[in-house]
């Protein structure tokens, strides 16, 4: 258990420095937007290519972490749009809107920094093959989803578009195309290029954790919290659970590859639940609950199942 404690202390820690350096006045809330728009249109895509550049991607895209992560993710989108409807009685649309909040994970902000410390560099293929599909897989799919239910739809083919757009704005998408692409190239980067690239890597972590704690403090309880809890708990507990019974049971992937897998699937919702939720006026407070609720929790339930993947 202490080694347990180890691994996350640090990681929430900074995300406690950055909430009270930002509620203190100590940090500007302005600059929390800035920050993340650093870690997610940069540092990370820096990482993600450099991580895949030089490493053996094909080796670590196991459809058998892979296929059941999305569809344990998937099914959580599909539980929390039921649990929506049929118990807090939401509209369609909002439905949809709660269904994202319990599939999206926040993969970048609080993944990444808790994969690379409870298990480090050699977490990172397995953990990027996932984050490469993860936008372009859960967004398109909640985007047609919300577009199919809501009265004042787009035509589908415009939603397509529209998402695929999204896609492939998306400079993490960029830092992934390019770190594949190097990867099968077989190229060796310049040691001052490769310097480059290490260097923003290693801001990933401090900043991406920095952010997120500065950015809860744009999120309140409101009445909507009872719902954003079983969003919550959709997202920590029975995604991973998922994972977990199927990578294991199911496919018989090695313990020691496959709670990459399982522990990704147990990080909080992602501020793209909030960005969703705006974009379509549907479950914004909702969303906005359900990051803060699942950040917070998820320091008990990470630990939780740390604990699980150590047995």
């Known amino acids: 258990m202490l080694s347990i404690l180890a691994v996350i202390a640090p990681i929430f820690a900074l995300i406690a420095l950055g909430y009270l350096a930002v509620n203190r006045g100590l940090y500007p809330a302005d600059g929390v937007k800035a920050l993340i728009g650093f870690v997610n249109n940069f540092a990370t895509p820096c990482l993600l290519f450099y991580s895949i550049g030089t490493s053996d991607f094909r080796a670590a895209f196991n459809i058998g972490i892979i296929g059941p992560y999305y569809f344990g993710a998937i099914v959580c989108f599909v539980l929390g749009i039921v649990v929506a409807r049929r118990f807090f009685g939401n509209r369609p649309g909002e439905a949809v809107s709660a269904g994202f909040s319990a599939m999206f994970t926040n993969t970048v902000l609080v993944g990444l920094p808790i994969m690379s410390r409870a298990y480090g560099d050699e977490s990172l293929p397995v953990t990027l093959s996932i984050i490469g599909l993860h936008g372009a897989i859960l967004l398109t799919l909640a985007m047609v989803t919300m577009e199919l239910t809501r009265r004042d739809a787009q035509p589908l083919g415009a939603t397509l578009v529209l998402a695929m757009r999204r896609v492939v704005a998306n400079p993490l998408i960029w830092g992934i195309a390019g770190g594949i692409s190097l990867s099968i190239s077989g190229i060796d980067l310049a040691e001052p290029i490769a310097a480059f690239f290490r260097m923003m890597a290693q801001a990933v972590v401090p900043a991406a954790l920095f952010g997120i704690g500065g950015a809860l403090?744009?999120?309140?309880?409101?009445?909507?919290?009872?719902?954003?809890?079983?969003?919550?708990?959709?997202?920590?507990?029975?995604?991973?659970?998922?994972?977990?019974?199927?990578?294991i049971w199911v496919f018989h992937v090695p313990m020691e590859i496959a709670r990459y897998g399982i522990l990704l699937s147990a990080m909080p919702s992602g501020i793209n639940i909030y960005v969703f939720a705006t974009f379509y006026d549907r479950g914004v407070s909702v969303a906005a609950n359900t990051i803060l609720i699942a950040t917070v929790l998820s320091a008990l339930t990470i630990s939780g199942w740390l604990y699980v993947l150590s047995l």
């Open 217 to 247: 403090n744009e999120f309140k309880l409101s009445d909507n919290w009872q719902q954003a809890l079983v969003a919550s708990f959709i997202k920590l507990v029975i995604h991973p659970a998922i994972a977990y019974g199927l990578m």
